[in-house]
């Protein structure tokens, strides 16, 4: 296109952040072109099919979509809370928390009242540990404007924000046990001991206990309605454009130029993508070396093996929740393994067959797993539209990994075993290929309490006319994402302006 075809906002990248963005931006009149290097929109909210069973590549669950939470309003407000169709966890326990050979199964409830009562059940004396502890997460929740649709000032969410995890539970209880059940399902902001802050969990935890369920079929329809309300407002999206470039010209980016030679001029600019892939598409000197060199030092979340199962029809009774299994009785000890340890937790999520009621068709379950172990890998590439294989190695490597996996799963699941139709896995490097995250971190940057400026990214760069959005920013996960997406679109719109459309619309 030529400079004349000057669009209002260039998004680069279209996984939820970016998508979302894009949706907002459109309906309040700006001209939006959105470019995605995949052939699927959506990122992290891809689904692929194995023996025609869906399969989520990432986002099982959802937290917040019930009626009342931020995440509900927020896409009432982008047009799809209606076109989803959704399905609700076991209200007495979405999450289910397992700890070595102990058979006892942990359960995390909906609602404030009922996490604490399900609880007691377990730990009759700790009755005011868990008033204690809801009243913290739902203060912190409170801190966080945006959380709550409000706008306040930052100095609400400093006062919360250096709270530690691991000492806030220390505080609360000096039951240990308790302590590891309230992290037992960690895996969901990827806590790391002494480092993880409070409000991380806090957030995320607060948002399931409101309400958790899983989109149906996958989480792939969020990218499709979002893309549909995209078009119906005149967005464009262009996939299969891979941007190269943002070409920075006198304090402002011009274009962005993308692997083919194509160039999209715009006057705003936004970057849904992980900072380091943003960084070598800018090569101005805007962005100094100190922050280039402190982007790239910093800490990655963990990634993750995944396994999906379709299973043989009527063997697996359905649980309408998800398992979280510790190897250690210290629910942070996992993401510290050593390779002759694996698997040291995993996390399993299992999908309802609706012509064998009561039943499983499919499983997908998740352990992390260091990048370290498929370096060797490193320069191979493989994800749709890019298939390369990696070699008879790393498949070796992979069904082993796979082997472990299933043995540690039958020892709490033993009608797993002869009733898996088909398997199939993803390593670190699928994660990497799909979503362009480095080492296929699970939820890019690690979030350091004791480092909080350096471990935060902000909405707004240096050049006036870059902003960023997605799981780096802010919060990861769906509601994460999506709150980040509001803060960014009200740069561009104000925020006052934009929590009162949305507000205006939510009393419609
Ligand atoms: C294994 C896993 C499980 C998860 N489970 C859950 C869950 O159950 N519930 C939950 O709420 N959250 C979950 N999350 C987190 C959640 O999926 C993410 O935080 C969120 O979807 C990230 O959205 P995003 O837009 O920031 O990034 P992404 O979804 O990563 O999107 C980035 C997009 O940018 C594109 N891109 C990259 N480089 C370029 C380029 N040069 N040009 C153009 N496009 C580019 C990528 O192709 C991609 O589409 C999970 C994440 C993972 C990895």
Request: charged share 20%; aromatic share 10%; net charge neutral.
């Amino acid at each position: 296109m030529s400079s004349a075809d000057t669009y209002d906002v260039v998004i680069v990248g279209g996984g939820l952040g970016g998508m979302l963005s894009a949706v907002v931006l459109a309906k309040e009149g700006m001209k939006v072109c959105l470019l995605e290097r995949d052939k699927q929109v959506g990122g992290c909210l891809q689904t692929f099919s194995l023996h025609k069973k869906v399969f989520d590549s990432c986002v099982h669950y959802i937290g917040g979509l019930g009626k009342g939470h931020t995440l509900h309003q927020i896409f009432r407000y982008a047009g799809i809370m209606d076109k989803l169709e959704l399905k609700a966890y076991d209200e007495n326990g979405f999450d289910r928390i397992a700890f070595g050979d102990e058979d006892i199964l942990y359960p995390q409830a909906i609602g404030k009242e009922n996490f604490i009562e399900q609880l007691l059940s377990c730990f009759p004396a700790e009755r005011q540990a868990l008033e204690e502890y809801m009243k913290a997460i739902t203060t912190v929740g409170d801190s966080f404007p945006l959380y709550r649709l409000r706008h306040g000032s930052a100095d609400e969410k400093a006062a919360v924000s250096n709270w530690g995890l691991t000492k806030t539970l220390q505080g609360l209880t000096s039951n240990k046990k308790l302590q590891n059940v309230l992290l037992g399902n960690n895996l969901l902001y990827a806590g790391e001991a002494g480092k993880t802050p409070f409000y991380l969990h806090a957030l995320v935890l607060e948002s399931y206990i409101h309400s958790s369920h899983k989109v149906y079929p996958g989480s792939s329809q969020i990218a499709k309605f979002l893309w549909k309300e995209l078009q119906a407002h005149g967005g464009e999206v262009h996939r299969n454009t891979e941007v190269t470039k943002l070409n920075e010209e006198q304090g402002i980016i011009t274009h962005a130029e993308t692997k083919d030679g194509q160039r999209f001029y715009g006057k705003q600019f936004i970057a849904a993508v992980h900072p380091e892939i943003l960084l070598d598409m800018v090569d101005s000197d805007m962005l100094r070396p100190a922050y280039r060199k402190r982007i790239k030092a910093l800490q990655q979340t963990v990634s993750t093996f995944m396994l999906n199962m379709v299973l043989k029809p009527g063997t697996v009774p359905m649980r309408n929740y998800n398992i979280y299994w510790n190897a250690s009785e210290d629910a942070f000890a996992a993401v510290n393994y050593t390779a002759n340890q694996w698997p040291a937790n995993y996390a399993a999520f299992f999908t309802a067959d609706e012509t064998n009621p009561g039943y499983a068709e499919s499983i997908s379950v998740l352990s992390y797993m260091h990048y370290e172990e498929v370096a060797k890998w490193t320069d191979t590439l493989n994800r749709a539209g890019a298939e390369h294989e990696r070699g008879n190695n790393y498949i070796t490597f992979k069904e082993q990994k796979t082997e472990l996996l299933l043995q540690k799963l039958y020892e709490r699941l033993p009608e797993l075993k002869g009733n898996i139709a088909a398997h199939t896995s993803a390593t670190p490097l699928t994660y990497r290929d799909y979503t362009g995250t480095p080492a296929g971190s699970l939820y890019g940057i690690l979030k350091d309490v004791n480092k909080p400026a350096e471990t935060t990214i902000a909405t707004r760069t240096k050049i006036p006319n870059l902003l960023m959005t997605g799981q780096n920013v802010n919060l990861h996960g769906v509601l994460g994402v999506s709150i980040t997406a509001i803060a960014t679109c009200a740069e561009l719109l104000g925020m006052e302006y934009l929590l009162g459309k949305m507000k205006q619309e939510h009393h419609l």
